[in-house]
């Protein structure tokens, strides 16, 4: 390969020519925000810092050329004159007063929801009899310096459009920075830092170089000073293939030695320093490809040549999105496409999960976003992970494993897989994972057909109405990740008001929603998850449960925490009418079982809400039987008898109104007779009312609660006796 010097011009090779500057005083102002390094003390939201930022690198590019064109240059802060952190308008402009500066300009980036993107250059107005631009405070002056500010900006950058206005025609009031200067002064805003692709050309300081460029062409215009004999190139690559800015390629003037690599951040620009006048041939070499063209560099002028290849870009990890059981002999696989440019995709297939072949079972176009697998054996469970490949790369890992159950039977079951996290604090240390198999595998040796999808592939109630049950699994997803978001929560709100079945678990949903929650993340976990948060982890924290004598649990023991650590499972306490089914020790609850109407339902649905992951449990027989025994759960109808009365399940407990003031009523259902006490703590665990203390029937039950005497706050309704101990979280509001 033919081996390339590239030359690094000094940016001051711009301005080494007959410019002629000798005599002027110019004053320069980063606009808004802090000095870099004391943000803390200038209160600026994360946006201002942005845009100081790249003021703060425009202004000292801008006065370098000036300088060296023989200006005298005095900046309002953050450069070598800087009065403090957090300067005022007012201590900006005296400044520039008190130089008795000949000219006077800010430097700002604009800003407006991300929607809009221009040029735009300000004066300061007499008034607003005239607009857009009449009656300027320096006629011919400071309004002529912004006609040629917004050009030359506009020019150089290649914004969308650019304005030249009048301070009190476009914004109703005259500006600050402006107002009672001495001297003509001008504000730009040469594009908005929070536009997406702007962003992006921001963070490139070749093209900041290329605005301060294009300010200082607009001194030397507005002063009659000459231009340098000199002219840059500038520029942005379009990549055909994916119809977007280039990534890394390199762009190189044949017979000049010189280049610049662009960079990976998607802006697509890029820039070459003072080329002599006259005819270049360009190249632009990409990985595997390469185009020319030609350009006529002119003197004194921010030369643009916009070009455009195809190029082959480096593919990244393929996003799985669902694995569906298409028919007794057929399972569809879908995907979401990678970043770059893929030839195409390796589909794997196991019908485990653990044991695959070293050869993919098909390949597909790289335009494909899913692929049907016919001609698999009817009554097998199959699982699938891809790859993205091209002519340069292949994807750095496999993605997720999804699993589906061959089977033309009606009733199936969906597994949504909500477990993003990795890496970090987080158990999981892989970006992807094979954890569907633990819940497929068992639900295959049971023979129940069942699909797999990703939580972002859930998007509506509808799309889990199709399923006897739906078990979504977690792991240790958290806050940073959000376990349920607010459209989730209102999708399985949904699904469980309209009697759904769901099963699931997770070692951090009680941390996330209802102890570090909002106040509609406390409303779903307390009030549809059927729980309150006890405690980030059990005493002592040992990765062991078992199931609570006649729950239907009954008889396991569980040791979990080998698939990956679980160190951090969540202790809760049922609520609502939900009971415990699985405990650590004899006090702290691992996991609960509801049945009946959620409140704004009519149907009966049902939950098993577990407090550690699943997926690590150590024994196969052990998830096995869990969900052997959840499937009978969810399968089976409430019985009745001849007079339609419903025998109870279970023993319940619940309190209306919740919110209450200053009584609710308490109701209780027992399938044992016995002694029973019904007791009320505040949240120190401190008893405040005994409610009941005696011998009850069979059946359901009714008491007053009355708080008249109390202050407003969260209480706990405690039923206890020998075989039941029920909790409900109630809340007094005066």
């Keep these: 390969m033919k081996k390339m010097l590239f030359i690094f011009i000094i940016f001051t090779a711009l301005i080494a020519s007959a410019q002629n500057l000798n005599g002027i005083k110019i004053c320069l102002d980063p606009g808004h925000g802090f000095i870099p390094g004391q943000a803390a003390n200038c209160n600026d939201a994360e946006t201002k810092r942005f845009e100081s930022w790249i003021n703060h690198y425009v202004v000292p590019q801008l006065r370098i050329c000036l300088q060296n064109a023989g200006a005298s240059v005095i900046t309002t802060r953050a450069d070598y004159d800087s009065t403090g952190s957090c300067i005022t308008l007012t201590q900006r402009k005296a400044i520039a007063n008190n130089a008795n500066v000949n000219f006077f300009h800010s430097v700002h980036h604009n800003a407006f929801l991300g929607t809009s993107n221009y040029t735009l250059a300000l004066f300061k107005q007499l008034n607003a009899n005239d607009c857009p631009s009449g009656n300027p405070a320096w006629p011919g002056q400071a309004d002529l310096m912004a006609n040629i500010l917004a050009a030359k900006i506009f020019q150089g950058l290649q914004t969308p459009s650019s304005l030249s206005r009048g301070d009190l025609c476009f914004l109703g009031f005259n500006l600050g920075v402006l107002s009672t200067l001495n001297m003509p002064g001008t504000l730009s805003e040469a594009s908005f830092f929070d536009y997406p692709a702007e962003i992006l050309r921001l963070k490139n300081l070749a093209y900041l170089k290329t605005e301060a460029e294009a300010l200082y062409h607009a001194f030397l215009q507005y002063y009659n000073a000459g231009f340098p004999a000199h002219g840059s190139l500038v520029g942005f690559i379009q990549n055909t293939t994916t119809n977007s800015p280039a990534k890394k390629v390199l762009v190189s003037i044949e017979g000049a030695n010189q280049g610049y690599l662009v960079d990976s951040l998607g802006n697509g620009f890029y820039r070459i320093d003072s080329l002599v006048p006259g005819d270049y041939t360009i190249r632009v070499t990409g990985p595997l490809d390469s185009t020319f063209a030609t350009v006529t560099i002119q003197g004194g002028k921010i030369n643009v040549k916009n070009l455009s290849i195809q190029q082959t ?422």
């Design 313 to 734: 870009e480096i593919v990244g990890d393929v996003k799985l999105t669902g694995v569906l059981s298409s028919s007794s002999t057929s399972i569809q696989a879908l995907w979401q496409k990678p970043s770059g440019t893929p030839d195409s995709f390796y589909i794997y297939l196991s019908e485990n999960g653990i044991s695959w072949d070293t050869i993919p079972y098909r390949k597909v176009s790289g335009a494909a976003t899913g692929t049907v697998i016919n001609g698999l054996i009817e009554g097998k469970s199959y699982y699938v992970k891809l790859k993205a490949k091209n002519a340069i790369s292949e994807s750095p890992n496999f993605s997720k494993t999804y699993g589906g159950y061959t089977s033309v039977n009606t009733s199936k079951v969906l597994i949504v897989d909500g477990f993003n996290r990795y890496g970090g604090s987080g158990s999981n240390p892989n970006p992807a994972h094979n954890f569907t198999r633990y819940y497929g595998n068992p639900l295959g040796e049971l023979g129940i057909r069942f699909e797999t999808v990703s939580n972002s592939l859930v998007t509506t109630t509808s799309q889990l109405t199709n399923y006897k049950y739906v078990i979504w699994f977690l792991g240790d997803e958290s806050t940073a990740d959000e376990t349920f978001n607010e459209d989730e929560q209102n999708i399985l709100k949904t699904f469980l008001d309209g009697g759904g079945n769901l099963f699931v678990t997770g070692s951090e949903i009680a941390w996330d929603l209802d102890f570090k929650g909002t106040a509609n993340d406390k409303n779903f976990f307390i009030n549809y998850l059927k729980s309150v948060y006890s405690a980030d982890n059990p005493t002592p924290n040992t990765p062991f449960a078992s199931g609570v004598p006649g729950s239907i649990f009954d008889g396991l023991n569980i040791n979990f925490g080998q698939t990956y650590p679980e160190d951090w499972p969540d202790v809760i306490t049922q609520f609502g009418g939900s009971t415990a089914v699985m405990r650590y020790n004899s006090t702290q609850n691992a996991a609960i079982l509801f049945s009946g109407t959620f409140p704004a339902g009519a149907n009966e649905g049902k939950l098993i809400y577990v407090g550690f992951a699943f997926e690590t449990i150590a024994s196969d027989s052990i998830r096995k039987e869990i969900l052997s025994r959840a499937h009978t759960f969810f399968t089976t109808l409430v019985s009745v008898d001849n007079e339609s009365e419903i025998i109870p399940k279970d023993y319940s407990l619940s309190v209306y109104p919740n919110p209450f003031n200053p009584s609710a009523k308490v109701n209780f259902t027992n399938d044992l007779a016995g002694k029973y006490e019904i007791r009320v703590y505040n949240l120190l665990g401190e008893e405040v009312m005994n409610l009941f203390d005696d011998y009850l029937e069979v059946g359901s039950h009714t008491f007053e609660l009355r708080m008249n005497d109390f202050p407003s706050g969260i209480y706990l309704v405690n039923v206890r006796s020998d075989l039941v101990n029920l909790s409900e979280k109630v809340m007094l509001l005066k």
